[in-house]
């Protein structure tokens, strides 16, 4: 089995990438379990060491790196090499951690009682489409700065910035086998990693529908979890708000990545008094966006990844009630332009799926608690922004939305130093920020007498 690349920005097929079978699967996964046992016999200090220089090994690749990605993924330039440099600077920041695996000394009665962070072995990494190396670098840095080996599974229409970080690895200097990355389906290559007894934890990225079906496997084997899954989020302007930014900005919180972002703020709600202010400032920031060329410094915005998913997101349109478009290139190439819809109640598709393209949906809503009320209605839980200028206002907000990663008056939701993950249905666990590399140790317990 083979999948050939498309460029989403011209429709032209590029090369061809071999899918790993089963036992191909088995083979990488015994060589990971045979190279976690050299990687644990580093000092702490050898491992951290290991880690800076895959670092700069990157970071002397992110020229090729964003290549890969603008040609592979359609994102535009400029944000390809954010991504680029990201994956160095989450290694650069798990670096620290191998010696900062502290432990904790307990007082107990007639010893001391330690406790150790042991490594789990081998873990599997399964990573979605849309942030192909950035979402990589989330699962195997920590993990392998907790002492792990990692196998990791791209998405079969993005593969090539990963398999080209697997041969950086190798090229610093990592042991054959610590840190491999195979192409293939889901249904096999991942679906290994799930029934594999060697592979201790799943780190699965991507569609809440297969999140469950990877929560429902691993409870076979008691095998530990992070999902990162779906969003809906939702940007809450308040009428109190500097309404003319949150207008300016919107754009930028869901039609980036060409709203293939999970935490894509998806729904807009507004409130009342001023939404004919805030639809006018959209309208004009809407237009302005420059969705083209991906190669193109000045592009901010790409095709969507794949003719398939332009076609699901394009069904959304005989739904959705359309209020305004930007525009985009015509011609080859999955081009999509960024579309804002009026609300038809809560029941309204557009309101409730996870488009996971360029639409967004605008809601009006009343005061304070209608506005929790409607953010809150979706099983997912993921990212949110809140814009108002009272303090108090956005604490009691912040607090009540059922939201893993909150921003306000601003749109940021992921940074490598703080944590990322979460509520309801859209994950389990947390990835990033200072305690990732505990989610991939098993914590030990030894208790030493003293007479
Ligand atoms: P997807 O669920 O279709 O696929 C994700 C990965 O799982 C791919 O590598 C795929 O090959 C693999 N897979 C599919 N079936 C499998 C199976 N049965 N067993 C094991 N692996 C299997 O998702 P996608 O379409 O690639 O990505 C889009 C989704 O990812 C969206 O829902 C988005 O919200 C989500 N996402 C979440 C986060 C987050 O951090 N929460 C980040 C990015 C994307």
Redesign the pocket.
């Known amino acids: 089995m083979s999948y050939t690349i498309i460029n989403p920005a011209t429709g032209e097929s590029m090369e061809t990438i071999e899918h790993a079978t089963v036992d191909e699967t088995d083979a990488a996964i015994e060589r990971a379990r045979v190279a976690q046992k050299e990687w644990a016999g580093f000092t702490p200090a050898e491992r951290a060491q290991a880690l800076r220089t895959f670092a700069r090994t990157v970071e002397a690749d992110v020229e090729t790196l964003a290549a890969l990605e603008v040609r592979n993924s359609g994102h535009p330039i400029g944000q390809a090499r954010w991504e680029a440099n990201h994956v160095t600077n989450v290694l650069d920041y798990y670096s620290a951690a191998p010696e900062r695996l502290l432990g904790k000394q307990i007082p107990v009665a007639g010893g001391i009682d330690i406790t150790f962070n042991e490594p789990l072995g081998v873990v599997g990494i399964?990573?979605?489409?849309?942030?192909p190396m950035t979402?990589a670098s989330w699962g195997f840095a920590p993990a392998l700065a907790a002492g792990n080996a990692v196998v990791l599974?791209?998405?079969?229409?993005t593969p090539l910035t990963s398999l080209r970080l697997a041969e950086l690895g190798e090229k610093a200097g990592l042991p054959a086998g610590l840190f491999q990355v195979i192409a293939?389906?889901?249904?096999v290559?991942?679906?290994r990693?799930?029934t594999n007894e060697t592979v201790r934890k799943v780190v699965?990225?991507?569609?809440?529908?297969?999140?469950k079906?990877?929560m429902r496997?691993a409870a076979d084997q008691i095998k530990r979890v992070t999902l990162?899954?779906?969003?809906k989020s939702a940007n809450i302007v308040f009428a109190d708000a500097d309404v003319d930014k949150a207008a300016a900005t919107a754009p930028y919180s869901v039609f980036e990545n060409a709203g293939?972002?999970?935490?894509a703020r998806s729904r807009i709600l507004v409130q009342k008094s001023v939404l004919d202010q805030f639809m006018e400032g959209l309208e004009t920031a809407v237009k302005g966006v420059v969705v083209g060329d991906p190669t193109k410094d000045a592009t901010e915005v790409g095709p969507l990844v794949h003719a398939n998913?332009k076609a699901t997101v394009e069904s959304y349109l005989d739904k959705a009630n359309v209020v305004f478009r930007g525009s985009a290139p015509d011609g080859p190439g999955n081009w999509f332009a960024p579309t804002v819809a009026l609300s038809r109640g809560l029941d309204d598709p557009c309101m409730t799926d996870?488009i996971?393209g360029p639409i967004v949906t605008v809601h009006a809503f009343e005061d304070e608690a209608d506005a929790v009320e409607i953010a809150n209605a979706t099983e997912f839980g993921?990212s949110g922004s809140i814009w108002t200028r009272a303090i108090g206002r956005a604490l009691r907000v912040s607090r009540a939305v059922e939201s893993g990663n909150l921003s306000v008056n601003s749109h940021s939701s992921v940074r490598y130093n703080t944590p990322?993950?979460?509520f309801k249905q859209?994950?389990l666990g947390r990835?990033l920020g200072p305690d990732a590399p505990l989610h991939f140790t098993e914590e030990k317990n030894v208790f030493i007498p003293t007479d």
């Open positions: 399964i990573t979605p489409w849309n942030f979402i599974k791209p998405a079969e229409w293939g389906k889901g249904s290559v991942g679906n990693f799930i699965f990225t991507g569609s809440t529908e297969v999140g079906d990877i496997g990162e899954l779906g969003g293939q972002d999970c935490c998913h996870e996971f993921l990322f993950g979460g859209s994950g990835e």
